[in-house]
């Protein structure tokens, strides 16, 4: 933008302040806009708000209308050395007793350390892990004869077999020799070893097993489950359970997760009541909606699916579930939980399909993408404001030029009036200089 001078030096005319306040005046349509666009945002803000409430009640009463919900089942045992859990795949009413016959082990095998441990080094060793048709050999190229050889061999190797150097008592118990001692890294047969090529064969200690179940008694029909690991998680289908120590008559059960089902009806009506709560907020006097018919509509739909009951004329306070006497719901645990216990089918019945299904409808009645009433107040408003950030936008280069206009016109009145005042000087002085020679004739 070019710039001009005018300071009203010459017309005494304050013509900087004359600009501004007549550009203040030109600006008013766009102080107007900008209003608007104040008023606009503050509204889509309201909405969006409570559309965030909305949609967590949609997914909470989703939640409870999921029939995986009502299947949740936990998982637990009579006895402390064994843990189970269980995932989505349990089966309530499911149970399972036997007896820990067997814990997993490594294997373990030791060699006795005087002097190398390996007499023809540069021929290396053999490592064998597993047995029959699964067994797999491997060569180990060694450096050195010692135990300290080995043990950087098949630490390098990775072969699934470790070893170390340990100083243990000697035979007289008052002293100590040392051992090479070799263990497989995993549990299980899957995990036994054998190592040739070594100067003296290695004594086990220890012999690789798998753990055990077992379930009556083998001879009269009785069965076993083995695992690698002393966790189990094929045995009763969507449990798993652990052993940690031999044990006798253990029974892992599963049950329905009453307290997961629980939480899945408290969260419903904690997104119902916050929902409610948002819109009450907005929609009070002063709030930004106070008096807009359409969500005040939303906040008597939640409530009007509570005083409905079930549709069948039952109330859902049989399962805990009431209005308040400020708005709002209420949730009694310790009802729900004694209806579930005396009739699972029903209490799903009227809390998943009745309730649950009717504040899903009601939520995506307002929230359902491009089609819901928030959706729709929510995308006019972004229009709204594109369009007036759009003539914002217009006015700022129709204002800018308007001031350039205004510059130039009293930047040019101002040399105008300039050059009079040089010019009445000038003529000032030649009939002053006139009228003095006149005098002096």
Same mark, same amino acid.
């Given at each position: 933008?070019a710039?001009f001078?005018?300071?009203?030096?010459a017309s005494?005319?304050d013509?900087?302040t004359?600009?501004?306040?007549? %550009?203040?005046?030109a600006?008013q349509?766009?102080?107007q806009?900008?209003?608007?666009?104040?008023?606009?945002?503050t509204?889509?803000?309201?909405?969006?708000?409570?559309?965030?409430?909305?949609?967590?009640l949609?997914s909470?009463?989703?939640?409870v209308k999921?029939?995986?919900t009502?299947t949740?089942?936990t998982a637990?045992?009579?006895?402390?050395?064994?843990?189970a859990?269980s995932t989505s795949?349990?089966?309530?009413?499911?149970a399972m007793?036997?007896?820990v016959?067997?814990l997993?082990?490594a294997?373990v095998s030791t060699?006795?350390v005087a002097?190398?441990v390996?007499?023809?080094?540069a021929?290396?060793i053999d490592v064998?892990?597993?047995?029959?048709s699964?067994?797999?050999?491997?060569?180990?190229?060694l450096?050195g004869g010692?135990? =300290?050889?080995?043990?950087?061999?098949l630490s390098?190797?990775?072969?699934?077999v470790?070893a170390s150097v340990?100083?243990?008592?000697?035979?007289t118990?008052t002293?100590t020799?040392q051992? $090479?001692?070799?263990?497989?890294t995993?549990?299980?047969?899957a995990?036994?070893f054998s190592?040739s090529?070594l100067s003296?064969?290695p004594t086990q200690?220890?012999?690789?097993?798998?753990a055990?179940?077992t379930v @009556?008694?083998?001879a009269?029909g009785g069965? +076993?489950? +083995? =695992?690698?690991?002393?966790?189990?998680?094929?045995?009763?289908?969507?449990?798993?359970?652990?052993?940690g120590a031999?044990?006798?008559g253990?029974?892992?059960?599963?049950?329905s997760?009453?307290?997961?089902?629980t939480k899945a009806?408290?969260?419903?009506?904690?997104?119902a009541?916050a929902? $409610? @709560?948002q819109?009450g907020m907005?929609t009070?006097?002063g709030?930004s909606?106070?008096?807009?018919?359409q969500v005040?509509?939303? =906040?008597?739909?939640?409530?009007? =699916?509570i005083?409905?009951?079930?549709?069948t @004329?039952? +109330?859902f306070?049989s399962? @805990?579930v009431q209005l308040t006497?400020?708005?709002?719901?209420a949730?009694d645990a310790?009802v729900?939980?004694?209806a579930y216990?005396a009739?699972?089918?029903?209490t799903q019945a009227v809390?998943?399909q009745?309730?649950g299904?009717a504040? +899903?409808t009601?939520?995506?009645?307002?929230?359902?993408p491009?089609?819901?009433?928030?959706?729709?107040?929510i995308?006019s408003?972004?229009?709204?404001?594109t369009?007036l950030?759009?003539?914002?936008?217009?006015w700022?280069?129709?204002l800018?030029?308007?001031?350039t206009?205004?510059?130039k016109?009293y930047?040019a %009145?101002e040399a105008?009036?300039?050059?009079?005042n040089?010019?009445?000087?000038w003529?000032?002085?030649?009939l002053?200089s006139?009228?003095?020679?006149?005098?002096s004739d």
């Open positions: 933008m710039t001078s005018f300071d009203g030096l005494g005319i013509t900087k004359l600009v501004t306040q007549l %550009m203040q005046v600006a349509p766009q102080a806009l900008k209003t608007q666009l104040s008023s606009t945002q509204l889509v803000s309201a909405y969006q708000s409570i559309n965030t409430r909305i949609t967590a949609q909470a009463a989703d939640a999921l029939a995986g009502w949740a089942a637990s045992s009579s006895s402390p050395s064994v843990i859990t795949a349990a089966q309530a009413g499911s007793t036997f007896s016959t067997r997993a082990a294997q060699v006795a002097g190398d390996v007499a023809d080094f021929a290396g064998t892990i597993g047995s029959g699964t067994a797999t050999t491997t060569h180990v190229a450096t010692s135990a =300290s050889d080995v043990v950087a061999a390098k190797a990775g072969l699934g470790r340990v100083n243990v008592d000697d035979a118990g002293g020799t051992r $090479l001692q070799l263990s497989s995993s549990t299980g047969t995990g036994a190592i090529g003296t064969a200690i220890v012999a690789a097993q798998n055990q179940l @009556g008694d083998p009269a069965y +076993s489950v +083995s =695992s690698s690991t002393n966790t189990f998680t094929e045995a009763l289908p969507g449990v798993t359970f652990t052993v031999l044990a006798s253990v029974t892992v059960s599963v049950a997760d009453t307290t997961a089902i009806m408290q969260t419903m009506v904690d997104a009541n929902a $409610l @709560g819109v907005y009070a006097k709030g909606l106070q008096g807009n018919t005040v509509a939303l =906040s008597q739909d939640i409530l009007s =699916s005083s409905r009951g079930t549709g @004329g039952g +109330s306070h399962i @805990g006497n400020t708005g709002g719901l949730f310790t729900f939980a004694a216990a009739d699972p089918a029903k809390a998943g009745a309730l299904s504040l +899903s009601v939520a995506e009645r307002a929230s359902a491009a089609v819901g009433s928030l959706s729709l107040l995308t408003g972004n229009e709204r404001m369009n950030n759009k003539q914002i936008q217009s700022d280069t129709r800018a030029d308007t001031q206009a205004m510059q016109k930047a %009145m105008a009036v300039n050059k009079l040089s010019t009445q000087a003529l000032s002085s030649a002053s006139l009228d003095a020679s006149k005098k």
